[in-house]
């Protein structure tokens, strides 16, 4: 994700207002620094993934084994004192495993509810594509009402609750393809990428000086934003305005999707929704007080890459759907 283009902040509503969103973005600022401790140079996936903690959203984080797509999300959760559970999807992973299951109590001669790994505040599914869609489908309801039914029975999941999932690129083999009412729940797609020649340098470095990925604390990674602080955050960014001409304009580019040649299946009004919400998070930390065009187009990659689907004539093309989308930007005409 690239930065907005430089502009004047919108004044706060109040003096008041202003220093608390202002104390909340230097503690966020504090979280990437800590972060950092540990990652090393994926300041984008950084930044997406405060966006959907802010946004009330969940990423799906591709790339390449040994990006350091787990370490990230732990470090993460670790910076803001979450708790967080991995589950290491497989092929023979059950939906139970996910979610939780009744087993039979020997003391009560009655059966009890056992909670899976997704009570928690950050669930780390790691390597979601090689688990069959069964198992994936799984954490539709999760993901939707936050919530989880069990034989009947609605169980509220804590606040908050974000799914953080890691996928390797769909060509490699034992992958599963993620349905598509999966792929809409997620807010945001990160690719991670193999980093710079310099950066992989320091990766080596720090290893070299003994740093041990599975020992956050040894490598002087610390909690520096509460729970309270993070729902304060996201209240401050919800309140982040949009007037009508920006909202028409994300109408319009997800009307541009639908009609475009290379796509099969365009944007829905649930991705424009989600792309209001990451253009409002965005633009919180940027310290504005009203998403402009240059927030919706800064996220429009992330937010819709995985939600259209190409007619086979792109794909054979070797058109991607970044490219697709950035065409459609600038295409559809921007509010003055």
């Known amino acids: 994700m690239t930065d907005v283009t430089t502009g004047t902040a919108f004044p706060t509503s109040s003096p008041g207002a202003a220093a608390d969103a ?13 972060v950092g401790k540990a990652v090393v140079g994926q300041d984008g996936a950084v930044t997406g993934l405060m966006i959907a903690l802010l946004a009330r ?3 799906l984080l591709e790339g390449v084994p040994g990006v350091a797509k787990t370490l990230l999300v732990r ?9 967080t559970k991995r589950v290491q999807f497989t092929p023979d992973l059950m939906p139970g495993d996910v979610t939780g299951s009744l087993v039979y109590d ?9 909670e899976g790994p997704v009570f928690t505040n950050i669930l780390l599914a790691d ?3 090689r688990t069959p869609p069964k198992t994936q489908s799984a954490l539709l309801e999760a993901m939707e009402e936050r919530q989880v039914s069990v034989d009947g029975v609605s169980r509220q999941l804590p606040d908050p609750f974000i799914v953080a999932a890691t996928q390797n690129p769909i060509e490699y083999e034992g992958t599963y393809t993620l349905p598509e009412a999966q792929l809409d729940r997620f807010l945001l797609k990160l690719t991670l ?3 710079e020649r310099e950066l992989e340098v320091e990766v080596l470095r720090r290893h070299a000086a003994g740093f041990n990925p599975r ?22 960014a919800a309140a982040v305005g949009a007037n009508a001409d920006v909202l028409a304009y994300v109408v319009d580019l997800a009307r541009a999707t639908r009609r475009s040649p290379s ?3 365009g944007v829905s009004p649930r991705g424009t929704t989600a792309l209001l919400a990451a253009a409002k998070a965005w633009a919180w930390l940027s310290g504005y007080d009203s998403i402009t065009p240059d927030h919706v187009q800064a996220m429009l990659v992330p937010v819709w890459r995985h939600r259209i689907q190409l007619r086979p004539e792109a794909e054979l093309e070797g058109v991607g759907p970044d490219a697709i989308l950035r065409s459609i930007v600038q295409q559809v005409q921007v509010p003055i």
């Open 57 to 59: 959203g969940h990423v």
């Open 75 to 83: 470090a993460l959760s670790h910076a803001l004192s979450l708790d």
């Open 263 to 265: 796509v099969k299946l």
């Open 193 to 195: 990428d193999v980093p």
């Open 127 to 129: 390597e979601i594509n």
């Open 22 to 34: 202002a104390r909340l973005r230097s503690a966020l600022a504090a979280v990437r620094a800590e």
């Open 106 to 114: 020997a003391q009560t001669g009655g059966f009890v509810f056992r």
């Open 215 to 236: 020992d956050l604390g040894g490598a002087g990674v610390t909690p520096v934003l509460s729970a309270a602080e993070l729902q304060a955050a996201r209240a401050s």
